[in-house]
């Protein structure tokens, strides 16, 4: 890829930090640069615009690069594209945590130009790796032959793949193609592989369920869609959260922490009367349980039902005497009666 067609993507929260990564990369020919103050503003770009490197802070208050790096690594769209890491210091704990969740490389402040070049040349060309372009040339040859309906053909050109390196995604897509094929047993252990390469993918996860189901193992796909709702809870997913959430409870509608959760999905659309409605389903299962109540309370004062909000505090600080949020909370909205 030539440096006119390569986009970068600059995340910091520091506006002066972004206009210097910027003048550097403008020094080395690139011109194409995205830029965003948080991690969360990033995620939306990189799913709405092509990107072909991330240059990220670690330290940023909405989103930390480190966060931002684990929700792409977790996103097969994404998990791809380079990612070099910014920030002003580095022991071994943070060097080990970025290695685990996938950082092409890290770079310490202060730099100047020339450790800049060096760094962002050397990710590059390591995905130039004859290898790198092997694995990806099977990877899709079999996507083609999946899509086609080939799936023998999809399935030899996945493990040719694999014989190059380990990917979650190829592993993912032989799982699909297993459990079209009523290879339960199989597709399991398909998705299994998947998941233990990146414990974020959250579409393993739901698949994983779904095929558990078909298997007759009802506790086993509660567990996997529960795990599939959180991630996309995580990743800010909210639909696909709601429909893994869902799934679970067909399964066991007395599932306290599901309701909770949809709370929270609902809160965050402004829809009160849906997360109040979840909140109440959850207590009627467990009526002692105080976060539940401090969570209604936060749905009510964004409904601007601060009466309806205090009683749920109230309620709360009832079964927890030391519940310092909610002290807090209720002080606050009767000061302002």
Known sequence: MSREEMVFL????????????????????????????????AYRVLKTQKVDFVICDWYMEQMSGIALLKVMMADPELDRIPFLLVTGEMDLQKVIEAGKAGVSG????????????????????SQNDPKDIKANRHYIRGR???EAGRYDDAISEF????????????????GYIKSLQKKYDEALYAFRKAVEINNLFAK???????????KGMPND????????GEIYMMKDMSEEAESAFKEALKIDPNTINIYNSLGIIYRKRGDYDKAI?????????????ENIYFNMARAYVEADDIPNAI???EKSLNINHEFSLAKEMIKELKGGM
């Open 10 to 41: 600059v995340v910091d929260d520091i506006p002066t930090a972004r206009r210097t990564i910027r003048a550097l990369l403008n020094e080395m020919g690139y011109k194409n640069i995205l830029e965003a103050n948080d991690g969360t503003t």
């Open 221 to 228: 796909a509660e567990e996997s869609f529960k795990k599939a």
């Open 277 to 289: 409605s979840q909140y109440q389903k959850a207590l009627k299962i467990d009526p002692s349980d």
């Open 144 to 146: 083609e032959n999946m």
């Open 159 to 174: 493990n040719l793949a694999l014989n190059v390196y380990k990917s979650a995604e190829v592993y993912y897509n032989i």
């Open 106 to 125: 890290y770079i310490l402040k202060p730099f100047n130009f020339k450790v800049f070049k060096e760094k962002v040349e050397s990710i590059i060309g």
């Open 204 to 214: 393993a996860y739901r698949s994983m369920g779904e095929v558990y189901l078909r």
């Open 311 to 313: 009683l749920s505090l």
